[in-house]
């Protein structure tokens, strides 16, 4: 063979194999781009939701106005992916998102799927809330009723006696109870409660919706997204917003779009605490005023900050 043939060969080869990379390595690029400007979608739908969730009665209480705020996050989601007046388009979005779920200061709900007729006599998925949903948690002498501050309501099985308040204020009366009396068992039980219902909420949700779904003749089946430890905790912080996305497909064809987003409504203030080495060597957040605390200390601005740096709550300040 001739040079010139080697020469004509391997520049055959190379085109072979570089056109592909390229196309591939430029679908990759976009995906990328793509994906950035999906995530930016939906974070401001989300916040635009929650804009439009915390209100205040005519006695100045707070009250979350969720058929509002719903509204607010579809229209937002709708007008940020440009399909503002695409009735048929907007359908096929909102069954891209298999549930809705509100954390409020005593309970939480969750917005989930159900099939209904539209004027048309044509079936849609319609959205729908349920009931507020506590968190609840039982033990063999009482019921707990936690909420997303030290706030609680306690149920004594025995005596059929029902008190509230800050449960540092009933440790001494309870003693038999370690949850009461321990603050870091008190914590721990508490978020392990709360992060549970929503779980088990969520996933009920999803396979409603995939049920739903599936009557429609969608083949995408919805699933329990992992989420990460910091944003569960996001979620018992405050009241918050958790939205989940799913099955939406790239431009090019190639796989989905899945997310889940949480947006804070930054209703209470927290403190600082001061985390420090105790005697122990282990360490403990304090509030601002402790005796306890340290020389050397580290300052966060919620108690879930402080216990993901491995700190736990000062038996003396009860933070």
């Known amino acids: 063979m001739k040079m010139s043939n080697y020469i004509l060969l391997f520049f ?81 979005m909102k069954q891209c998102v298999p549930l809705l779920l509100i954390t409020d200061k005593d309970g939480f709900y969750i917005n989930v799927s159900r099939l209904k007729k539209n004027k048309n006599g044509v079936q849609v998925i319609e959205k729908c809330w349920s009931k507020k949903k506590p968190y609840l948690y039982t033990d063999r002498d009482y019921i707990y009723e936690f909420t997303l501050s030290n706030e609680i309501k306690l149920y004594n099985k025995k005596k059929e006696l029902l008190i509230e308040g800050d449960y540092h204020d009933f440790a001494g009366k309870y003693p038999k109870s370690k949850i009461l009396n321990r603050p870091a068992i008190f914590e721990e039980i508490r978020r392990k409660c709360i992060i549970g219902h929503l779980k088990e909420a969520m996933k009920d949700g999803l396979r409603l919706h995939n049920s739903v779904a599936k009557m429609l ?103």
């Not at 979608?41 to 106005?65: C, H, M, P, T, W």
């Open 12 to 92: 055959s080869i190379c085109v072979a194999f570089y056109l592909p990379m390229n196309h591939y390595g430029m679908s990759v690029v976009e995906i990328g781009k793509e994906q950035l400007r999906y995530n930016r979608n939906l974070d401001n739908a989300v916040e635009d939701g929650l804009f439009q969730l915390v209100e205040k009665d005519s006695s100045k209480e707070i009250v979350l106005n969720k058929e509002k705020a719903e509204e607010n996050f579809y229209q937002s989601l709708y007008c940020n992916f440009g399909i503002p007046t695409n009735r048929f388009q907007q359908e096929r």
């Open 217 to 319: 003749g969608v083949s995408y089946q919805f699933f329990f997204p992992t989420v990460a430890k910091e944003d569960w905790y996001r979620t018992i912080d405050d009241v918050s917003m958790l939205v989940i996305f799913q099955g939406y497909p790239w431009r090019s064809g190639n796989g989905y779009f899945n997310r889940y987003a949480i947006g804070g409504a930054r209703i209470w203030k927290h403190s600082a605490y001061y985390v420090s080495l105790g005697e122990n060597r282990k360490l403990y957040y304090h509030k601002e005023k402790c005796s306890k605390r340290g020389r050397r200390e580290l300052k966060y601005s919620t108690k879930q900050e402080c216990a993901l740096n491995g700190a736990y709550p000062c038996e003396i300040c009860r933070p």
